[in-house]
């Protein structure tokens, strides 16, 4: 089954990671060697996504340092100097085939906005496609999400996960408190992982350019009223990078060669 293209959502200032944000947009904080947008990419590259569509905003110019030069960065290379200089990179990348697209969608632009700039960009035969944040990590089986979402004939599907728990609960009775339990590793609640697949049909019918849209607020609220939305529920790893706590803690895992995420990859 070919798959669409990846669109990831890459503008925002990522305020709440302000030590490392001001001087990379989040999805180009590293995890081990490697922004987190390219373990994203990564993953979806393990199930035949080779296109990817970057909406892009705050420091645009950090993902078209990095995608410009990537050769360069992760090959050995021989430069041959003067006046006709050359550059022969030794060896293939995994990465090779990958399109990607640096999509410009406004320095202020919110999600919905920056989807919908960034559409035109979408093959005329990719009636689908993949929609991310550049900001968070799972080992979600992509091939079974894009098969639930053609399955189900919604025209958008989201993935639920369950978050980190970041507290310990009190068993309560009553007036009483009975006890207390330790921080389970997470709740039992769903939210929007975030990775989820759009029909283009939900872009003409729920989104617009305008800069102050919010995908998350009118256009999936009204997309959920209308039954319009369908939702591929996953048990497994899952955890976002909005703080330095998970910065480090993501790191922690690739270091220790215990990177969840990666469980697809090849």
Request: glycine share 10%.
């Amino acid at each position: 089954m070919s798959k669409p293209a990846l669109m990831i959502l890459c503008g925002g200032k990522g305020t709440r990671l302000r030590d490392v944000t001001e001087l990379l947009p989040k999805p180009m904080v590293p995890i081990g060697e490697q922004p987190i947008v390219w373990h994203i990419m990564k993953t979806y590259a393990a199930f035949g996504v080779r296109r990817f569509i970057l909406c892009l905003g705050y420091k645009r110019e950090a993902f078209v340092d990095y995608f410009m030069n990537y050769h360069m960065r992760i090959s050995d290379a021989t430069i041959t100097l003067g006046h006709h200089p050359e550059i022969q990179f030794h060896g293939e990348t995994p990465e090779s085939d990958w399109q990607v697209t640096l999509a410009g969608t406004g320095l202020e632009t919110m999600t919905g906005g920056r989807v919908a700039r960034a559409a035109k960009y979408l093959l005329p035969e990719e009636e689908n496609f993949f929609l991310t944040y550049g900001d968070g990590l799972s080992d979600v089986d992509i091939d079974a999400l894009y098969r639930h979402h053609l399955d189900n004939g919604k025209l958008l599907t989201i993935t639920a996960v369950h978050p980190e728990a970041r507290f310990g609960e009190m068993v309560l009775d009553g007036a009483e408190v009975r006890g207390f339990q330790e921080k389970p590793a997470q709740t039992q609640g769903y939210i929007n992982g975030g990775f989820m697949v759009v029909n283009r049909k939900f872009v003409s019918r729920y989104l617009a350019t305008d800069e102050d849209l919010f995908l998350e607020r009118e256009p999936m609220t009204d997309c959920a009223a209308d039954g319009e939305m369908g939702v591929f529920r996953h048990e497994g790893f899952w955890q976002c990078m909005d703080n330095q706590r998970e910065y480090n803690l993501l790191n922690a895992m690739w270091a220790r060669g215990n990177a969840p995420w990666t469980k697809f990859w090849k």
